[in-house]
């Protein structure tokens, strides 16, 4: 026990002599913003200097003085963007990049402090797009979703759905259920950001018996209105450039005129015998 009592003591007094770091680890993406402070910071404080670490190359991310009424930014990168409270300590960074990635540390009245902060910046995801491909089954389409990381499937309930890998992404395999209102989303995921797809519906994944009738209904009668109008500008077409053809037509209409002028004589002949009774009896006087 007297051993095991020591042996504790020793520990604790390693961690106090060495200062044990308080690590704050954060993941943004670009474009975002992020903001770090100590959790304490003492009274009095006559200097205050931000520090950025990135593959062993330390630079000044922004410093303020005693007696200065403004904090300066040597480093470019942190130009226009980077903010300190002479308060509290608090430095903000915005319009992050992912050459703002690394640790930083901050010096309170030229003492470096042990609490350190972690930053990684990461491209946010782009927003996926559901590509469709038919299948030889007319029940089963293939749903596919290019990403190099995370990807998630959900249908309309909500439910989380298994999706195969392919070169470039997933596929999600779809039977059609019967409801055109079901539908199917793809959502890309990072440490950073997450983006969801337009929904994929059901009534545009698989074709309506119904409607399939109809469009075969629609298709013909366009195709004999189509096979109508050529008929017309080829028959224009030729009593505009043939002789023999516009003589066809006009015998054909001038019969055609004369036959109509006999029927109308002999139907008013029928229609009006008082009118010939008295023709007859003018002749005959």
């Known amino acids: ?149 995370k990807i998630i499937w959900k249908n309309s309930t909500g439910e989380t759905l298994t999706g195969s890998k392919i070169e470039k992404g997933e596929s999600l395999t779809v039977q059609k259920n019967g409801n055109p209102e079901n539908f199917y989303t793809c959502t890309l995921e990072n440490a950073a950001s997450s983006k969801t797809s337009e929904r994929v519906y059901e009534r545009d994944l698989f074709e309506d018996e119904s409607s399939g009738g109809s469009s075969a209904v629609i298709i013909v009668i366009c195709l004999i209105l189509v096979l109508l109008l050529i008929g017309i500008i080829c028959a224009v077409f030729l009593y505009k450039r043939n002789e023999k053809f516009q003589k066809f037509v006009v015998a054909k209409f001038s019969k055609g005129t004369e036959t109509a002028e006999d029927k109308s004589g002999n139907v008013s002949k029928h229609l009006n015998p008082d009118e010939n009774k008295e023709a007859e009896v003018t002749q005959e006087v």
């Open 1 to 149: 026990m007297l051993l095991r009592r020591y042996f504790v003591i020793a520990i604790c007094g390693v961690f106090i002599a060495s200062g044990a770091v308080s690590g704050e680890e954060v993941v943004k993406a670009v474009g975002d913003q992020v903001s770090f402070k100590l959790d304490t910071i003492v009274p009095s404080v006559t200097s205050i200097t931000w520090k950025h670490i990135k593959d062993g190359v330390t630079v000044k991310a922004i410093e303020w003085e005693e007696g200065e009424a403004t904090s300066t930014t040597p480093n470019p990168r942190f130009q226009g963007i980077t903010t300190l409270n002479k308060e509290t300590g608090q430095i903000t960074i915005t319009k992050l990049t992912v050459e703002h990635s690394g640790v930083y540390t901050i010096d309170v009245s030229g003492k470096e402090q042990t609490q350190k902060f972690t930053l990684t910046v990461m491209e946010p995801v782009p927003k996926p797009e559901i590509k469709i491909k038919q299948t030889a089954n007319p029940g089963f389409v293939y749903l596919s979703c290019e990403y190099t990381h």
